[in-house]
Structure formats: structure tokens, C-alpha cells
Nanobody, 127 residues
Framework: QVQVVESGGGLVQAGGSLRLSCVAS????????MAWFRQAPGKEREFVGA????????MHADSVKARFTISRDNAKTAVYLEMKSLRPEDTAVYYC????????????????????WGQGTQVTVSP
């Protein structure tokens, strides 16, 4: 049974930084694409960023480019989200997602392409 667990959320002032971590366990093997999504109160879940298994194909949403950086550690089946210059509008529950694909470079961008999800971690940015 695959488990996805996020950590690292919290309360930070605008302009501050946070680092989220996510580990997927319960299944081994290559080609695990991983992603971050977020959902603010009253809004739909939105894509933040994702990385292919190889790490060669990394995508970030336009709203977070140049502020957020995704990285991964395949030895741990882990993905990280480094968030800088945080804004109040970044306040949301951040979810990690994972899916095993057929290639090392493919990176799904839509939430319905991901099979395994974490419980989410709250990020709150105060003005």
C-alpha cells in the first residue's frame, strides 16, 4: 500500500520562506513522477509544480515561478518544495501527489493523473 506523507508547513510572514517535504513509501521502482498541488479556502485545487522521475523535466505554475523550486531525491522517493518570497495569496493546504508512469521523463500536470495523495500540510502566510 502506497503512502504519501507531507511535512514542513506552518505560519510565516510575507516575504519569508518555507520548505515542504514529501515521501512516498510502500512501492519501489523507477518512473515515479511527483507533484505539488495546493487548495486555498473556497477555491479549487491548483497545480504548483511537478517533476519527472529523472528530474530532467520539471514544471512550475506561472504563479510561483522564480519563487518556488521543486527538487527530488530518488533514493528516498521524496520530493521537496522550496518556497521563497511567500505572499498571503500562497496561503493554502499543500498536497503532494505521486504516480508511477511508463517513462523516466514524463511529468503529469493534471490532478486526475495522479494516483496517490498525501493528507496535505497547511501553509499560512501573514501580511
Amino acid at each position: 500500500q502506497v503512502q504519501v506523507v507531507e511535512s514542513g508547513g506552518g505560519l510565516v510572514q510575507a516575504g519569508g520562506s518555507l520548505r515542504l517535504s514529501c515521501v512516498a513509501s510502500g512501492r519501489t521502482g523507477r518512473n515515479c513522477a511527483m507533484a505539488w498541488f495546493r487548495q486555498a479556502p473556497g477555491k479549487e485545487r491548483e497545480f504548483v509544480g511537478a517533476t519527472s522521475w529523472s528530474g530532467d523535466n520539471i514544471m512550475h505554475a506561472d504563479s510561483v515561478k522564480a519563487r518556488f523550486t521543486i527538487s527530488r531525491d530518488n533514493a528516498k522517493t521524496a520530493v521537496y518544495l522550496e518556497m521563497k518570497s511567500l505572499r498571503p495569496e500562497d496561503t493554502a493546504v499543500y498536497y503532494c501527489a505521486a504516480v508511477w508512469t511508463s517513462s523516466t521523463w514524463y511529468v503529469p500536470l493534471k490532478s486526475n493523473e495522479y494516483l496517490y495523495w498525501g493528507q496535505g500540510t497547511q501553509v499560512t502566510v501573514s501580511p
